[in-house]
């Protein structure tokens, strides 16, 4: 892995720990203005960096995590743009249920570097349960 590539993963790193952890506004810097977020199984699409945040809000404010770990990763460099894939195992509970649930997915996020250093354009996840 590059230097650069390494760099990225932390990005994503970093921003995944701050959401589990219920920390949205630390989220808000990886993604671009224009960014666009696919929802799971296609159940719409949630475009530019504030309705992202709104939706990790949402989530955080209905859900509490119990544990969250990434599993294999890759990223993927051309010119200035990074495709980063990785299987994550989240376990949760929904704040009107007394059930944990335990998903297995699949995240893929387009990078773009611009001025501001690399920012997510697009995201989606892809359950593997």
């Known amino acids: ?15 995944n ?10 989220v808000a810097n990886l993604f671009a203005e224009d960014a666009v977020v696919v ?10 960096r504030d309705a992202i945040l709104r939706s990790y809000e949402d989530y955080v404010h209905h859900a509490r995590n119990h544990a969250f770990e990434e599993l294999e990763h890759a990223v993927d460099v051309s010119g200035d743009t990074a495709v980063v894939t990785y299987r994550f195992s989240i ?14 997915g699949q995240e893929v996020l387009v990078l773009r570097r611009g001025p501001g250093g690399w920012k997510v354009i697009w995201r989606t996840q892809i359950s593997v349960d």
Do not use: C, F, K
């Open 39 to 48: 929802a799971p199984g296609v159940q719409g699409r949630v475009q530019g």
């Open 17 to 26: 720990r701050a959401w589990v952890a219920g920390a949205v506004h630390e």
């Open 91 to 104: 376990r949760y509970s929904m704040s009107s249920e007394n059930a944990e649930r335990e998903e297995m």
């Open 1 to 15: 892995m590059t230097d650069e590539e390494r760099d990225i993963w932390e990005l994503i790193r970093r921003s």
